[in-house]
Nanobody, 119 residues
Framework: QAQLVESGGGLVQPGGSLTLSCTAS????????MYWYRQIPGKERELVAF????????NYADSVKGRFTISRDNAKNTVYLQMNNLKPEDTAVYYC????????????WGQGTLVTVSS
């Protein structure tokens, strides 16, 4: 059964750093584009970062550009989100998403990991 498992969330002070990981199993990871989303309770899920299947193309939300870096290791079936200079407004549950086109969109979500930025 295909699944995505996130890890690395936690409590960090403003200005601090965290690295989130998302490891895939049960799917051919290199064929999937990968996304990180975040969601604050009561608000819509927000796209944070994107990386294509080979890692050659990335894109970021304006709110995190210059602070967050998405990367992937296809040998380890893992995508990362390096988050620097964290702000209280980055507090959210972070989800990874795997997506590909196979005649229709096929996608899978992880269970989410909570990031809290607070002093």
């Amino acid at each position: 059964q295909a699944q995505l498992v996130e890890s690395g969330g936690g409590l960090v002070q403003p200005g601090g750093s965290l690295t989130l990981s998302c490891t895939a199993s049960g799917l051919r990871f290199i064929t999937y584009d990968m996304y990180w989303y975040r969601q604050i309770p009561g608000k819509e899920r927000e796209l944070v970062a994107f990386i294509n299947n080979t890692g050659s193309n990335t894109n970021y939300a304006d709110s995190v550009k210059g602070r967050f870096t998405i990367s992937r290791d296809n040998a380890k079936n893992t995508v990362y989100l390096q988050m620097n200079n964290l702000k209280p407004e980055d507090t959210a549950v972070y989800y990874c998403n795997a997506r590909k086109w196979a005649g229709r969109y096929v996608q899978l979500w992880g269970q989410g990991t909570l990031v809290t930025v607070s002093s």
